[in-house]
């Protein structure tokens, strides 16, 4: 049955925050998965650039006796072909996790708000976050 017009408002709202907090708790994840795999291309084109005459050029001691002009150009030149596979390797990593922990799955419909007896799956069936709808299952991937 349909629900009042305050109570689709709040139930709305509830939704709402869910879904913003799920959403928040994903881009957490890719953000830690993509600062951990690329963390390697980070630090050698840190080095690159701040070991560079023509760029910050600082006067660090490994700056002055290990890398000079040329070789901090060959850092950041590798720091940038590196990136490429790393991105590969972060993305294919995020997706495999939000796939196993099913969080694309625990976004909530708005539909919820609109009727009362919104059908939630109990504990055992599937995602954690019980997303799932009754009757009909709902997958991100195929």
Not at 28 to 45: A, R, S, Y
Not at 51 to 67: E, G, N
């Amino acid at each position: 049955e349909p629900r009042s017009p305050w109570c689709c408002l709040a139930w709305t709202l509830v939704i709402a925050a869910i879904n913003s907090l799920v959403f928040l708790l994903n881009l957490l994840l890719m953000f830690v998965i993509f600062t951990l795999v690329l963390l390697p291309t980070i630090v050698v084109v840190y080095f690159g650039f701040q070991c560079h005459s023509q760029v910050l050029h600082s006067s660090a001691r490994y700056c002055k006796s290990i890398l000079d002009d040329n070789s901090s150009s060959a850092l950041i030149i590798l720091g940038f072909v590196i990136m490429s596979p790393l991105l590969v390797v972060a993305m294919a990593t995020y997706c495999s996790l939000a796939r196993r922990l099913q969080l694309l799955v625990c976004f909530q419909p708005y539909s919820l708000a609109l009727y009362k007896g919104g059908c939630c799956c109990r504990r055992g069936e599937g995602a954690a976050c019980c997303a799932r709808g009754c009757g009909r299952q709902l997958r991100a991937w195929v």
